[in-house]
C-alpha cells in the first residue's frame, strides 16, 4: 500500500463507502493517470458528473481526487478536491477560456535562461500569475555557466521582480542547485515554468539523479527549443519533494489577475495613494509620488510602464469594455497633456 501522506494528501473530509483517494500526475487527453494506495494505475471522468453541467472541475496535474476501482478497466474519477492552488493562463487557442496548467503546488519555479532568450518582461508575466495561484514563486535563471554577465543579469531581474527569490542554477556544473534545497522539502510541490529552451528538462533530470526526460537541442538563433515535455506530470523526487514537469508556452495570457498584479508591484500601488492631487495622472504635475521615486531612482522607469502595462491586460481579461473605455480615458489624457505642452512652448518663444 502506498501512503498518499508523501504525496501531500490531507484527508479534510470523509470518504464515501467505495471510494479511495488519489493524486493526478499525468493527463493524456481524456485519460488520467493516478497514483493511489494501490499503485498506479489510469482513469477516465465519470460522464455524468463531469460533463453533465454540475460544475465539477476537471482534473489537472497535481489535482486530489476521488475514485472508484473497476477490476475490468480503467478506474472512473468522482469528484476533484478542493485546491489549495492552482496556476490559471488564458487558454491560447481561441475561444478556449481559461485554463488550469497544475493544482497544489506550494512553490512555482518562473524559469528564464541566461542567454538570448533572457527576458525580464516575460518573467514579469509568469510572475502575476504564480502570485495568483497562491503559491509561492521563485525565479530560476538557468544555464548560469553559459553567460559571462552573471552578476550583471542577477541584479536587472532583482531589481525588476522586488522581494521575489531570484537563483542563478546550471544543471551543467551544479551551480545553485543546493540553494533548492530550501523548496524541495518533503511532501512540498514545486510546479516548473517557462519557454522551451529554458532547461526545465535538465535540471529535472539532474534533481532526479537520473535521465527521466530526454534534453533536446537548442536553436542557436533563438536560443529556444523544440518541447522536450509534450504533456504534464508530476515526479517524486528521491528525497521526496514532487516536481510537475510543464511544456514550454509560447504564450502566456493573463486571466482575471488583477490581485496577482497588485501583489507582484506592491510597491508601486503603495505610492500611487500619496501624491499630491488625488487624480494625478503620474506625467508632469507636482508632488506625483510616482515621479519622485523614479526620479530618486526608488522605482525604475521600466517597472512603472511594466505595472502599466500587465494591469491594462488583467483589466481586458476580465473586461473588455472596461479596458477600451480606460485606454479611451488614456489618449485622451495624453492629447490634453500633449496640447498643454505645445501651448507652454508658444508661450516661451
Keep these: 500500500m502506498i501512503d498518499l501522506k508523501q504525496y501531500g494528501y490531507t484527508e479534510t473530509e470523509p470518504i464515501p463507502d467505495g471510494l479511495l483517494p488519489a493524486r ?37 496535474v497535481g489535482d486530489f481526487v476521488w475514485f472508484r476501482e473497476i477490476p475490468s478497466g480503467d478506474c472512473q474519477i468522482v469528484k476533484t478536491l478542493h485546491r489549495k492552488s492552482q496556476f490559471i493562463r ?11 496548467v497544475a493544482a497544489n503546488m506550494d512553490y512555482v519555479f518562473i524559469m528564464t535562461s541566461l542567454n538570448m532568450d533572457f527576458s525580464v518582461k516575460r518573467v514579469g508575466r509568469y510572475l ?5 495561484s497562491g503559491a509561492v514563486p521563485v525565479v530560476l535563471l538557468t544555464k548560469a555557466d553559459l553567460t559571462d554577465s552573471l552578476e550583471s543579469q542577477v541584479s536587472v531581474m532583482r531589481n525588476a521582480v522586488g522581494d521575489t ?50 534534453v533536446n537541442e537548442i536553436r542557436e538563433d533563438d536560443s529556444r527549443g523544440r518541447h522536450t515535455t509534450t504533456h504534464r506530470q508530476l515526479f517524486m523526487l528521491p528525497y521526496g519533494a514532487m516536481v510537475i514537469d510543464t511544456p514550454g508556452m509560447r504564450s502566456i495570457g493573463l486571466w482575471d489577475a488583477s490581485d496577482g498584479v497588485s501583489e507582484t508591484f506592491a510597491d508601486v500601488e503603495l505610492l500611487l495613494g500619496t501624491c ?20 530618486k531612482g526608488e522605482l525604475s522607469a521600466e517597472r512603472w510602464t511594466h505595472y502599466n502595462n500587465l494591469k491594462r491586460e488583467a483589466l481586458y481579461s476580465v473586461d473588455r469594455t472596461a479596458a477600451l473605455q480606460e485606454k479611451w480615458a488614456r489618449n485622451k489624457s495624453i492629447a490634453k497633456w500633449s496640447r498643454q505642452m505645445k501651448k507652454d512652448g508658444e508661450i516661451r518663444k
Excluded at 24 to 30: I, S
Excluded at 128 to 132: F, I
Excluded at 277 to 291: M, N, Q, R, V, Y
Design 24 to 60: 493526478v500526475t499525468a493527463v493524456h487527453k481524456e485519460r488520467y493517470e493516478l497514483i493511489t494506495p494501490l499503485g498506479s494505475l489510469f482513469a477516465r471522468l465519470k460522464t455524468g458528473v463531469y460533463y453533465g453541467g454540475g460544475g465539477e472541475p476537471f482534473p489537472t
Design 90 to 100: 488564458r487558454d491560447p487557442y481561441p475561444g478556449g477560456g481559461n485554463q488550469t
Design 128 to 132: 502575476v500569475l504564480a502570485r495568483q
Design 165 to 214: 527569490d531570484v537563483i542563478p542554477v546550471s544543471a551543467m556544473s551544479g551551480e545553485g542547485l543546493d540553494k533548492l534545497s530550501a523548496y524541495l522539502i518533503p511532501g512540498m510541490t514545486v510546479v516548473f515554468l517557462g519557454m522551451s529552451g529554458v532547461g526545465k528538462s535538465s535540471l529535472l533530470n539532474a534533481l532526479m539523479g537520473q535521465e527521466v526526460m530526454t
Design 276 to 295: 499630491r492631487f488625488s487624480d494625478c495622472s503620474h506625467k508632469t504635475e507636482p508632488g506625483c509620488a510616482i515621479l519622485t521615486a523614479i526620479d
